[in-house]
């Protein structure tokens, strides 16, 4: 296998999905579930999962294939298309902060590990989850979990949680999935890939909602109970089941799993971008430095109620502008032709002008639109 490539197609998607599911899907996805409504939050986060993917995941694995470097090369490829790449060399760095904050909570080693610990944790989460299902009481978990409460539909803040939430999630953030790109062969098809990794990573925030939402119900405690929801809730449910204490293993073990696969993602990123605009550094003391930096700043924020307002922080600004940045580069700047070229390459079916005017006409305005709204409303954290 070249050191640049995936083995196999499936082990591209597993790897994306690795990136993909963490922190966002074990705790973020069924406490935004409780906080927002329950269903109604589901409903309108599928909606910008399917959309986010088709268009906006899909297009940060062409341009990373096109490009063939990193974050911040690709910025500077795309407007450089408009003669504007010192522009691009700018404002990569945004997207590219999103990424590394998110990490304040190599292509043969990603596709190695995360070949063994995305089968295990979607295995971990279904034992918990059959484990759920039997706790009595359980059903108004699954109740509240899928029945829509439709006045929720107009308010705004839900409809901007769920699209921070699916950035998130997606790992949409202009910054953190276009490091997969180049890895992808040009036989392959990156809006089919992109379906995909939505869909496995959706299947794991389900799975994991599956075993929290049913479980506080059962026990009577509130959904909505933010970080506690996942460290302090849960153990406190597990300890009174039968056999608890291996149920709690299981349980964070797959919570480790899941966050690793992502700092793998996260870390692979910043030290490329690094790297890419300081050639002189070395990889191993780029990755060391950032290890430090980030050990720094997460013990700083150990207290766990210090978690959620910063993920809520980075979810629903910085995330979300980062996008909004990579979003409009993709589909404003770098020149049509060129783009479809890329997306089309090893495509089973040939993407047009729907796929390109979905992306500029749907993705990109809504996305900046609801970035401007949750920017005006001035959310205390």
């Given at each position: 296998?070249?050191?640049?490539?995936?083995?196999?197609?499936?082990?591209?998607?597993?790897?994306?999905?690795?990136?993909?599911?963490?922190?966002?899907?074990?705790?973020?996805?069924?406490?935004?579930?409780?906080?927002?409504g329950g269903g109604a939050f589901l409903l309108i986060y599928l909606f910008f999962i399917a959309l986010f993917s088709y268009a906006g995941l899909s297009?940060?694995?062409?341009?990373?294939?096109?490009?063939?470097?990193?974050?911040?090369?690709?910025?500077?490829?795309?407007?450089?298309?408009?003669?504007?790449?010192?522009?691009?060399?700018?404002?990569?760095?945004?997207?590219?902060?999103?990424?590394?904050?998110?990490?304040?909570?190599?292509?043969?080693?990603?596709?190695?590990?995360?070949?063994?610990?995305?089968?295990?944790?979607?295995?971990?989460?279904?034992?918990?989850?059959?484990?759920?299902?039997?706790?009595?009481?359980?059903?108004?978990?699954?109740?509240?979990?899928?029945?829509?409460?439709?006045?929720?539909?107009?308010?705004?803040?839900?409809?901007?949680?769920?699209?921070?939430?699916?950035?998130?999630?997606?790992?949409?953030?202009?910054?953190?999935?276009?490091?997969?790109?180049?890895?992808?062969?040009?036989?392959?098809?990156?809006?089919?890939?992109?379906?995909?990794?939505?869909?496995?990573?959706?299947?794991?925030?389900?799975?994991?909602?599956?075993?929290?939402?049913?479980?506080?119900?059962?026990?009577?405690?509130?959904?909505?109970?933010?970080?506690?929801?996942?460290?302090?809730?849960?153990?406190?449910?597990?300890?009174?089941?039968?056999?608890?204490?291996?149920?709690?293993?299981?349980?964070?073990?797959?919570?480790?799993?899941?966050?690793?696969?992502?700092?793998?993602?996260?870390?692979?990123?910043?030290?490329?971008?690094?790297m890419h605009k300081f050639p002189r550094l070395n990889r191993t003391c780029t990755l060391v430095l950032l290890c430090v930096i980030c050990f720094g700043?997460?013990?700083?924020?150990?207290?766990?109620?210090?978690?959620?307002?910063?993920?809520?922080?980075?979810?629903?600004?910085?995330?979300?502008?980062?996008?909004?940045?990579?979003?409009?580069?993709?589909?404003?700047?770098?020149?049509?032709?060129?783009?479809?070229?890329?997306?089309?390459?090893?495509?089973?079916?040939?993407?047009?002008?729907?796929?390109?005017?979905?992306?500029?006409f749907l993705y990109v305005p809504l996305a900046l639109l609801l970035c401007i709204i949750a920017l005006s409303m001035h959310i205390s954290f």
């Amino acid at each position: 296998m070249n050191k640049r490539s995936f083995s196999s197609r499936w082990a591209f998607i597993i790897a994306c999905v690795g990136s993909a599911v963490g922190m966002a899907n074990v705790w973020g996805f069924p406490y935004k579930l409780g906080t927002n409504g329950g269903g109604a939050f589901l409903l309108i986060y599928l909606f910008f999962i399917a959309l986010f993917s088709y268009a906006g995941l899909s297009a940060e694995y062409a341009i990373r294939r096109r490009a063939r470097t990193g974050t911040l090369g690709s910025y500077e490829y795309a407007w450089k298309s408009r003669g504007l790449g010192t522009v691009g060399k700018i404002i990569g760095w945004l997207p590219l902060a999103g990424t590394l904050f998110t990490l304040f909570f190599g292509a043969h080693s990603i596709e190695k590990t995360n070949k063994i610990m995305m089968p295990l944790f979607f295995i971990l989460f279904a034992v918990l989850a059959v484990k759920v299902a039997m706790l009595p009481g359980s059903g108004a978990g699954y109740k509240f979990l899928f029945t829509p409460d439709f006045g929720k539909l107009g308010d705004p803040m839900v409809w901007i949680s769920a699209m921070g939430q699916a950035f998130f999630s997606l790992s949409i953030t202009g910054s953190g999935m276009i490091v997969y790109g180049a890895y992808l062969p040009k036989n392959e098809d990156v809006v089919s890939a992109a379906k995909n990794t939505a869909f496995f990573d959706t299947l794991a925030a389900m799975v994991a909602a599956l075993v929290m939402i049913p479980a506080v119900f059962a026990y009577h405690t509130d959904p909505a109970a933010g970080p506690g929801l996942l460290f302090v809730t849960l153990p406190k449910i597990l300890q009174d089941m039968i056999g608890g204490q291996i149920f709690a293993i299981i349980l964070f073990t797959a919570v480790i799993f899941g966050g690793i696969s992502s700092l793998q993602n996260m870390f692979e990123v910043v030290a490329e971008s690094l790297m890419h605009k300081f050639p002189r550094l070395n990889r191993t003391c780029t990755l060391v430095l950032l290890c430090v930096i980030c050990f720094g700043v997460g013990v700083n924020m150990e207290a766990i109620v210090k978690w959620g307002p910063w993920m809520d922080f980075v979810s629903i600004y910085i995330i979300p502008i980062g996008a909004v940045i990579g979003a409009v580069s993709w589909f404003w700047v770098i020149k049509k032709d060129e783009i479809l070229d890329e997306v089309n390459s090893g495509a089973s079916k040939r993407y047009g002008a729907f796929w390109y005017n979905t992306g500029r006409f749907l993705y990109v305005p809504l996305a900046l639109l609801l970035c401007i709204i949750a920017l005006s409303m001035h959310i205390s954290f």
